[in-house]
């Protein structure tokens, strides 16, 4: 039976943009994707794009080989810097897999050949790496790529990307733009904020984030509710978990609950978190309230 390929790439600025993108006729898109092995290759798309918010974001949804279905969205700074990252299989009943790459740096994902040129509204580069799904790490997905996508177009649109960690002194740095939510028990939320560079804070609180009261938590080393914790991610470590390439940092510190608000027809929780980080009994870090966001869709 022959193999059908369906790829549809829309490319905007992770921002709400209109429907009026300009198209300029004869162009050539090429795409090409390898996922397990499996080679995907189409150049017939549906696109949009936006070239003044600062960033660009791809989307390719995929019926390919076997029946394997997929969603793969990446989204770039763009001086080529990667800020998203995930692939979602789409089983036969629907059932939608999510797939990430650990952390967003040149060592979990590649990126090569990144051209980006404004004026003639051009966009290309090379990929490849591993995507987890984060409960089940035995799961993975290797991908590798090349993309060329010209004529980009410009559309009026109001930005909506907005970074859940921005933190960056001489001392530490940490930038997180993609944030999962767990819920350990039936009243309480951690929420993990993953980063460009190999680390990862998590922010345990032991009630419904959203009925919190505006106030502070304090937390140290023993705390078991309303605490941060913080790991870093090691490859170095012989393990097919990726749990267990973390490794975990003591920490105390205040959590402060500072406002929630709706934006853009969405809660968000805006606070600080002021802490120490240790290594055993070493200080290695000093956080001076570092801001974070946590968005949900209002009800």
Not at 14 to 39: H, M, P, R, W
Not at 74 to 81: D, P, R, V
Request: glycine share 4%; charged share 25%.
């Amino acid at each position: 039976m022959k193999k059908t390929l369906l790829i549809i790439l829309s490319i905007v600025s992770l921002v709400a943009c209109d429907n009026d993108s300009s198209e300029k006729e004869n162009a050539t898109t090429d795409l090409e994707i390898f996922v397990d092995g499996t080679f995907y290759k189409n150049t017939s798309f549906q696109s949009g794009a936006n070239e003044n918010c600062g960033f660009i974001n791809l989307n390719m949804y995929s019926l390919g080989a076997d029946d394997f279905i997929f969603d793969m969205q990446m989204t770039f700074l763009k001086n080529g810097e990667l800020l998203k990252l995930y692939l979602t299989q789409i089983t036969e009943d629907g059932t939608r897999v999510s797939f990430h790459p650990p952390y967003l740096n040149e060592s979990a994902i590649r990126i090569e050949n990144f051209v980006y040129d404004e004026a003639k509204e051009i966009v290309s580069f090379d990929f490849g790496g591993k995507l987890y799904n984060p409960l089940d790490n035995t799961l993975i997905k290797t991908i590798s790529g090349t993309l060329k996508y010209p004529n980009l177009g410009s559309d009026e649109c109001v930005p909506q990307f907005v970074p859940q960690i921005t933190y960056d002194t001489d001392e530490f740095k940490f930038i997180a733009n993609r944030v999962m939510q767990n819920m350990p028990t039936a009243s309480s939320y951690s929420f993990d904020f993953l980063s460009t560079s190999e680390s990862r804070i998590t922010i345990n609180l032991d009630e419904n984030v959203w009925d919190l009261p505006l106030k502070a938590y304090s937390f140290d080393q023993s705390s078991t509710a309303n605490y941060v914790q913080f790991a870093t991610y090691s490859n170095s470590i012989a393990t097919t978990n990726q749990e267990e390439r973390w490794f975990s940092y003591d920490t105390e510190g205040e959590i402060v609950i500072e406002e929630k608000v709706i934006e853009g027809g969405r809660d968000k929780l805006r606070g600080t978190i002021t802490m120490k980080i240790f290594n055993n009994t070493s200080l290695e870090y000093t956080i001076e309230r570092m801001d974070f966001n946590i968005w949900k869709d209002s009800e």
